[in-house]
């Protein structure tokens, strides 16, 4: 494991480890218009463009198809607000 991965993993870890996901929120692609849109679901699980957990200290963390490390891998982003409509 390189430098760089292991304070990825440590950042997982300091972001994820002890919180509760009180929401989650889908960001899908509509393939009949190439633009995006949100779509609530609770029925489904599915991840096309990526997926937004919101935590019980109110933190937002987007996770996300991501390359840093590996082709095809999930990376995570903290966004400072909700981007919905």
Known sequence: MTFEEKKYYDRIRARFIGRK???VYYEELN???DAEFWEYT???HS???NVIFQFD??????IKWDNEFYCYGIGFEELKKNRLP
Request: proline letters at 0%.
């Open 21 to 23: 996901v009180i929401q």
């Open 57 to 62: 200290n109110n933190d937002l963390i987007q």
């Open 47 to 49: 991840v096309d463009m």
């Open 42 to 44: 609770s029925e489904i």
């Open 31 to 33: 393939y009949d218009s």
